[in-house]
């Protein structure tokens, strides 16, 4: 960890490439940056750390010019600059290498990195090409300029988007958690193109939430926390604890009741499932669990740890290896829910409510009104050709009037309604199905103060049913007010289920960045070469 | 002999789709589907029967160059208004392409059966057609010495210089589209509006031009039909339903101009086919024009099957741009 190369930078007297002073923004009343300050020199690698929505991209997207920030001010070497928009970002000789990549799929990678540039001279494919290629050649990078986007791997487009910032000659470029697409070995290739870029006095500023990514490969770290600066330390001088504490804070008190549960019973037993995407990768790795009645169940972890595809395996939205065992209270009989379709379970007499995280695409309809979204749930009922209206609309009204929607009608297209009360008609819907297991995944996101107790309170209230509820979240002092147990999962894995009345944030935050033995390995190697 | 004449015959029916699909290909690829091609060209027919209409009645002895610009001028003039108006609505208002187009087809077609109808009375003519030789004359002059050059001559230098110089349009967008910058940056606002505007490309300036000129190119298959094909004779609904052919070739010819040239001397084959088949009944010959389709539909088939990317239309067609707003 402390190579000595390292920490002879930061006491240079040199100008810095970048520096923010003070940078403040709000997106209404969210404050997503509030008096961040950052500086980083040529040379030098810089990593970003933060829990997620701690306001990481926000701020490197107003360095490269896609919000303009409310307060504050940016110096590129020096110069004070206002940068307006991504091309103002250029001329500063700033580069972003985005978390979804922008590119033409159909096109290769020269015409890519070429798009919308207006070199002087004639247009010439062939000249291009021959650029990428030196440019490939004296960083290290491995790309075919010829290939189609279509044809690449994701790490190729990931080089495909380095390259167009360096062909465009940036100077400092930004990366948005570049590693969270990559395997090991990728990422281990990018690590030392980016360390062969320092070398060469490129200013490298990189957002992550890898705590061992950021030992290994930056420089300087600064940890934002809930948008504000937790303090900037050097690589070589700091520790995994010392950088956990600082990303999650200190403790907040939040005031949720939590009753004791009452006679627990095991509802929902998952035992050893595992999936795969399309590519191959593992996204769900031995997971075995069991959620309770009359208990919360906390799932802790980075944002796409796995939580989706969990949530979705046990709906019957996902294909996974392993057992779902459903145990009925009416019947005692035990079922297994795997591979079934959520028709299928309904009809098994399985009374399962998700409230996915995609409201508006998997939720509900955003075009439909509230009476017609809550009838998604319940059209096959009645024996006429004829839909019964009657009871979902007094079912919407309920809704509106028990959980305070606000909206003109039960008429009202929910896609018009705020996020709070998108979210309320959801989850009063899912509840109003008198759930045995209801399922939520980061059912506050988005919404203000008292819209989430709203939802934390009608969670609370659905336990003390006797429903087993399942709640994804990602406030850390949240998940420990509300839940009865935590389970932490890390890249799809199970770092370990706690009591959620003794733990404590660090020791959550600890399990969520931990790594997994695989990527001990390469953060090993990493150390070592 | 038959077969020189029948290969004759297929270019000039073939000479408006390929006008129709290059300036569909052009439209297509900002990401703009224009059903409102064959509305489209119906106008540029009309215009250009306008304005020769006009300068017929205006004057005796036509100018051969006045002759040919002026309808010329009014056609595209036509044109280029209904591919303003299908800008504006899908690109400023973000109206639904599809509703939009075929909205214009049947505005264009029934501009033209309007002022055709006019223009008859005024002409004082009993049925709905407008005969405008004169012009036409000069429309359809051709390469003098082609006679002598037999079948040859006859099949390719027969031709009129509006026919030529569809050819040559088509070869041109070919070149722009693959070759040039304008071209890559084109063919990125189709697929990938996000990203072109991403790399600074002005979306919605390119959507704008790239339906006009389409507009105006294929308005130019209006004007060929019934100055050339029809020598001058404008009748009502007589353009039928060539419009839906050019579409058809695009597919056909994978959204490239240059294989729209072949393309569309087969379709025109194909269209015209039972003309050259003895002894068919009127609904055999139904069955005859129904080809092209045919052909359309079973290639569509097979490119979906074969599932090249390079065959597929732009991924964005049909879709409104919206930036992200946050």
Redesign the interface.
């Known amino acids: 960890m402390s190579e000595p190369t390292v920490t002879e930078k930061p006491e240079k007297p040199e100008i810095p490439a970048i520096r923010l002073e003070h940078i403040t923004k709000r997106?209404g009343e969210v404050v997503a940056n509030d008096d961040v300050n950052l500086t980083v020199y040529h040379g030098q690698i810089l990593s970003i750390l933060g829990e997620n929505g701690s306001g990481k991209t926000t701020l490197m997207n107003m360095i490269s010019g896609i919000y303009f920030p409310d307060h504050g001010k940016i110096y590129v070497d020096g110069q004070e600059v206002v940068i307006r928009s991504?091309?103002d970002a250029f001329q500063c000789k700033i580069g972003m290498i985005h978390q979804h990549f922008?590119?033409?799929?159909?096109?290769t990678a020269t015409?890519?990195i070429?798009?919308?540039?207006?070199e002087k001279g004639r247009?010439s494919l062939r000249r291009a090409a021959e650029r990428v290629r030196e440019i490939s050649a004296k960083y290290g990078f491995e790309l075919d300029p010829n290939k189609?986007i279509?044809e690449m791997s994701v790490s190729e487009k990931q080089t495909v988007e380095i390259i167009k910032v360096l062909y465009r000659g940036a100077d400092i470029l930004i990366l948005d958690e570049p590693t969270a697409v990559l395997t090991p070995q990728e990422t281990q290739k990018l690590f030392a193109v980016l360390r062969n870029m320092r070398d060469s006095g490129k200013a490298i500023i990189i957002i992550t939430h890898k705590l061992h990514e950021v030992l290994s490969l930056s420089d300087q770290v600064t940890v934002l926390c809930k948008g504000k600066n937790a303090g900037t330390v050097q690589t070589a001088e700091t520790n995994e604890e010392q950088l956990t504490e600082m990303m999650v804070g200190r403790k907040v008190t939040l005031n949720i009741d939590r009753s004791e549960p009452v006679n627990p019973v095991d509802r929902l037993m998952v035992q050893g499932i595992s999936c795969k995407n399309r590519e191959g990768t593992e996204l769900l790795h031995d997971i075995s669990f069991t959620a309770r009645s009359g208990e919360i169940l906390g799932i802790a972890g980075i944002a796409g740890s796995g939580q989706r595809e969990l949530l979705e395996a046990i709906a019957g939205l996902q294909h996974v290896d392993g057992q779902i065992l459903y145990h009925n209270p009416k019947t005692d009989q035990i079922d297994d829910l795997r591979d079934k379709t959520p028709v299928q379970i309904r009809e098994l007499g399985v009374r399962l409510s998700f409230v996915p995280e995609d409201r508006l695409g998997m939720g509900l309809v955003g075009n439909m009104d509230i009476v017609d979204n809550v009838m998604l749930r319940s059209y096959r009922k009645g024996k006429s050709i004829f839909l019964e209206r009657k009871a979902p609309k007094s079912l919407a009204e309920k809704i509106i009037r028990d959980l305070e929607v606000v909206t003109p009608s039960a008429a009202t297209p929910v896609r018009r309604l705020s996020g709070g009360n998108v979210q309320k008609v959801l989850v009063g819907r899912e509840i109003a199905a008198s759930p045995t297991v209801l399922m939520a995944a980061y059912p506050v996101r988005g919404l203000d103060i008292n819209a989430s107790f709203t939802i934390y309170h009608l969670l609370n209230e659905q336990k003390e049913h006797g429903t087993a509820v399942i709640f994804v979240g990602e406030d850390l002092d949240v998940l420990l007010e509300l839940s009865d147990r935590i389970m932490v999962i890390s890249s799809g894995r199970i770092a370990g289920i706690v009591d959620a009345r003794t733990a404590t944030k660090e020791q959550i935050g600890l399990m969520m960045t931990k790594n997994t033995k695989v990527q001990t390995q390469e953060g090993g190697a990493a150390d070592a070469g | 002999m038959m077969l020189v004449s029948f290969l004759q015959r297929a270019i000039m029916q073939g000479i408006p789709l390929l006008y129709g699909s290059t300036g569909e290909i052009v439209t297509e690829k900002s990401g703009n589907l224009n059903l409102g091609i064959p509305g489209i060209m119906y106008v540029g027919g009309i215009g250009g029967v306008i304005g020769a209409f006009l300068y017929e009645q205006h004057t005796d002895s036509l100018n051969p160059v006045l002759a040919v610009l002026i309808p010329l001028f009014c056609s595209m003039l036509g044109s280029f208004l209904m591919g303003l108006i299908y800008s504006f609505l899908t690109v400023t208002l973000r109206a639904n392409q599809n509703v939009t187009g075929l909205a214009l087809t049947t505005f264009g077609v029934g501009i033209g059966n309007f002022f055709g109808g006019s223009l008859a009375k005024l002409a004082g003519s009993d049925i709905p057609s407008i005969n405008l030789t004169k012009t036409s004359k000069y429309f359809r002059t051709s390469f003098s010495g082609a006679k002598d050059l037999g079948w040859f001559g006859q099949i390719f230098l027969s031709h009129s210089f509006l026919a030529y110089a569809a050819i040559l349009i088509a070869i041109i967008t070919s070149f722009v589209l693959s070759h040039t910058r304008v071209g890559l940056q084109l063919r990125a606002v189709g697929e990938n509006p996000a990203t072109a505007d991403a790399a600074g490309i002005r979306v919605g300036r390119y959507k704008y031009f790239a339906t006009c000129i389409g507009s105006v190119i294929a308005g130019l298959g209006g004007l060929y039909y019934v100055m050339d094909y029809a020598n001058g004779v404008w009748s009502n609904d007589g353009f039928g339903d060539r419009g839906w052919l050019a579409i058809a070739l695009v597919i056909f010819a994978v959204w490239r101009p240059n294989i729209s040239i072949f393309g569309s001397i087969l379709f025109g084959g194909l269209y015209i086919v039972h003309m050259y088949i003895q002894n068919l009944d009127v609904s055999g010959q139904e069955l005859f024009k129904m080809l092209p389709y045919v052909v359309t539909i079973l290639f569509l088939i097979v490119i979906s099957m074969r599932r090249k990317k390079e065959a597929q239309p732009p991924a964005h067609l049909g879709l409104p741009y919206f930036r992200e707003e946050r």
Do not use: M, R
């Open positions: 997106f991504p091309k922008k590119l033409v799929d159909i096109f015409e890519n070429v798009l919308g540039l207006n247009f189609k279509y």
